[in-house]
């Protein structure tokens, strides 16, 4: 929590869009940062073209948390005070960069495992 806090901070001390993902029923969040700069998002994990960057790995591949046995989750919102920039991340979260999601393509034939997992805990 403290951590996150401090990056949102920064991140808007030095002007860089940040949003906060939340997830429902589940108590972790992380941050998502914006960049433009087509090099930086390829050097920086942003494979779905979007621009939106996850450094933290374990949020980037949140999807695969649900092995854990620890419970389920059932969205995952993007909050953010431009109120534009807000959104519901659920399937971006249950998808691979390869089809324009966050989690790391290694995680793909799992994918459809962890989508009916989140369809079955709504």
């Known amino acids: 929590g403290e951590?996150?806090?401090?990056?949102?901070d920064l991140a808007n001390y030095l002007g860089i869009p940040v949003r906060t993902c939340l997830p429902l029923d589940w108590d972790h969040i992380w941050s998502e940062f914006r960049s433009d700069a087509e090099?930086?998002?390829?050097?920086?994990?942003?494979?779905?073209?979007?621009?939106?960057?996850v450094r933290d790995e374990s949020a980037r591949n949140f999807a695969v948390r649900l092995d854990e046995g620890i419970g389920s989750w059932t969205g995952?919102?993007?909050?953010?005070p431009?109120?534009?920039?807000?959104?519901?991340?659920?399937?971006?979260?249950?998808c691979c960069q390869k089809d324009g999601g966050r989690a790391e393509d290694r995680f793909a034939p799992e994918m459809q495992r962890y989508r009916e997992t989140v369809a079955r805990s709504k």
Do not use: F, H, M
Not at 3 to 8: C, K, V
Not at 76 to 80: H, S
Not at 82 to 94: A, G, M, N, R, S
């Open 3 to 8: 951590q996150e806090d401090l990056r949102l």
């Open 39 to 53: 090099a930086s998002n390829k050097a920086n994990n942003d494979l779905n073209g979007e621009g939106w960057i």
């Open 76 to 80: 995952v919102i993007a909050v953010c």
């Open 82 to 94: 431009d109120p534009e920039l807000c959104e519901d991340v659920t399937d971006k979260y249950l």
